[in-house]
């Protein structure tokens, strides 16, 4: 079935630092691929997306490559700041299927 | 409301009571999702209405676990005979989906934190 791996947390960096957040998933045919990000007491909201091979998603300094090779859409930014530190959520939408499926979640904890 | 709307934020409920747990979409999205996110869990799937109808409800536990959605708005969540095992944090979210290119946004309320005693 379908699935998403995530880096286990919590990643700890000082701020400006560059920031990865490794994500590969399982998936039949060609899906579309998401991060959200949930702010401390926030819901989750959308912070970028790809939807084929080789697109590259951007939002607030964020960026994520969809790598069907690898199957991969690591999650990075060049200069972290304080303000980033939230738990960061990678999915996928299979196509036809109609719903997100999650992984576990990797809690970034930026210090000034 | 702009936004997805969800109540109760907290329940403290009894071992073996019943909760509902309600949500109101954002208007005009046609599909409605209900996910659960356990202490140090991802978001585990539980169900999804495309309008009243629910194509997947694979996600969904137990048979003591249900859900409707009438006139295609408002969802809600039924757990009966609740177990500890219930406590997490329910997210419900809603989306105006684009099916021919399988993207779009799901909008997620703050969520309804359950706590079985």
């Known amino acids: 079935g379908n699935s998403v791996t995530q880096m286990e947390g919590p990643v700890t960096l000082s701020e400006e630092a560059f920031l990865t957040i490794n994500c590969t998933y399982t998936?039949?045919?060609?899906?579309?691929l998401f991060w959200y990000v949930q702010y401390p007491g926030e819901g989750l909201q959308l912070l970028l997306k790809?939807?084929?091979?080789?697109d590259k998603g951007s939002n607030k300094g964020f960026e994520a490559t969809y790598r069907k090779e690898t199957t991969s859409f690591h999650l990075e930014k060049g200069s972290v700041q304080v303000s980033d530190s939230a738990v960061y959520f990678c999915a996928l939408s299979s196509f036809g299927v109609g719903k997100l499926i999650f992984g576990q979640g990797t809690t970034l904890q930026v210090k000034p | 409301g702009a936004g997805v709307s969800q109540s109760p934020s907290n329940k403290v409920t009894e071992k073996g009571k019943d909760v509902e747990l309600r949500c109101d979409p954002i208007?005009?999205?046609?599909?409605l999702y209900w996910y659960r996110q356990s202490l140090g869990q991802g978001l585990e799937f539980l169900i999804y209405f495309q309008g009243n109808s629910a194509p997947d409800k694979s996600g969904l536990p137990s048979d003591r676990f249900s859900a409707e959605r009438t006139g295609g708005s408002v969802s809600t969540l039924t757990i009966q005979r609740t177990q500890q095992e219930d406590s997490a944090v329910y997210l419900c979210?809603?989306?105006?989906?684009?099916?021919?290119?399988?993207?779009?946004?799901?909008?997620f309320g703050e969520g309804s934190r359950l706590t079985v005693l």
């Open positions: 998936a039949t045919g060609y899906p579309s």
């Open positions: 979210a809603s989306s105006s989906w684009d099916w021919r290119k399988n993207t779009g946004e799901l909008f």
């Open positions: 208007s005009g999205h046609t599909a």
């Open positions: 790809a939807t084929k091979a080789d």
